[in-house]
C-alpha cells in the first residue's frame, strides 16, 4: 500500500492532469439527462464502446421514458443484446422509466437519494449523472478510479464508497468538477490494470506506487539475464539428477 499522497502532491497531480486534459468529457454519448441515466444503467460491467454502440440505435427509437416503456422490455433487449447482463438492464431501464413518469413527471431527479432509488441505479450511476449532467462535484468511483487511488496514494479504500468519500475530501475545490474524468482517463489510458505505464505517466513523480513499471524494451531487457539464469540453474540440476 502507498503512502497518502500530501496535499501539494495532489494539487500538483490534478493540476498536471487538467492540463493535459483541459475539458474532459464523459466517453459515453448522451443527449439529455434522461439517454445519460439509461447509457450510464447499461455501462455496469460493460465497455463504453459497447454501450455506445446500442444506445446509438436504440436512442433514436426510444430517448423519453414514455418512448422507452412503449418499447417494452422485450423491445429493450432486442437493442442492448450485445451488452453484457442485457437481461436485467433492459427490465431496469423500462422500470427506472416507468418510476420517472410516475413521480418525476419523466425528469431525471438532481438528487442521489432519488437516483439511487431507481432500479439498476447505485451511487456510481447516481454521482456520475449529478456529476455530468447537473455539474455537482461528486467523483463516482469505478473501476480505473478505485485502481488509480489506491495504486497511487491519492485516496486509498477498501470499498468504492470509501474511495469515493475520501477523493471528494481529499480533491481540491477547483479540480472537484472534472476529477472523475480525469482519473477515468488515466486509469483507462495510461495507469492500466495490468500495467501502469509508468514509463510515461505525467504524474509518475507525485505517485506512490513501486517500483514504476519500465518502458517494454527494458523490461524485455532485465527479463533475459533472469530466464538465462534459469535456465542454467536447470541445467545444472539436470546434470546433478543424472550423475
Ligand atoms: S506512475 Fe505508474 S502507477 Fe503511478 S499514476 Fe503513473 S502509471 Fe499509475
Request: with cysteine.
Amino acid at each position: 500500500m502507498p503512502r497518502p499522497m500530501t496535499r501539494a502532491s495532489i494539487e500538483a497531480f490534478y493540476a498536471r492532469l487538467s492540463a493535459a486534459m483541459p475539458e474532459p468529457e464523459t466517453e459515453l454519448e448522451y443527449a439529455s439527462p434522461y439517454e445519460l441515466v439509461v447509457a450510464v444503467a447499461l455501462s455496469a460491467q460493460a465497455t463504453d464502446v459497447s454501450v455506445n454502440a446500442a444506445t446509438r440505435k436504440l436512442f433514436p427509437i426510444a430517448n423519453t421514458p414514455q418512448a422507452m416503456i412503449d418499447l417494452g422490455v422485450e423491445g429493450v433487449a432486442e437493442f442492448i443484446k450485445t451488452i453484457g447482463l442485457w437481461r436485467n438492464k433492459a427490465k431496469n431501464v423500462v422500470a427506472l422509466s416507468q418510476i420517472l413518469l410516475d413521480e418525476y413527471d419523466g425528469v431525471v431527479p438532481e438528487d442521489r437519494d432519488k437516483l439511487q432509488a431507481l432500479p439498476g441505479v447505485g451511487r456510481k450511476t447516481a454521482d456520475v449523472v449529478l456529476n455530468v449532467a447537473f455539474g455537482h462535484p461528486t467523483i463516482a468511483v469505478d473501476t480505473h478510479i478505485f485502481r488509480v487511488a489506491n495504486r497511487t496514494g491519492l485516496g486509498a479504500g477498501k470499498t468504492t464508497d470509501q474511495v469515493s468519500d475520501k477523493l471528494v475530501k481529499r480533491t481540491p475545490e477547483a479540480y472537484l468538477q472534472h476529477a472523475h474524468h480525469w482519473l477515468i482517463l488515466h486509469g483507462r489510458y495510461v495507469c492500466k490494470a495490468r500495467t501502469p505505464e509508468c514509463w510515461r505517466c505525467e504524474v509518475a513523480d507525485l505517485c506512490g506506487f513501486k517500483p514504476k513499471t519500465l518502458p517494454p524494451e527494458e523490461r524485455k531487457a532485465a527479463a533475459k539475464p533472469k530466464t538465462k539464469k534459469k535456465a542454467v540453474k536447470k541445467a545444472a540440476r539436470t546434470k546433478k539428477a543424472a550423475s
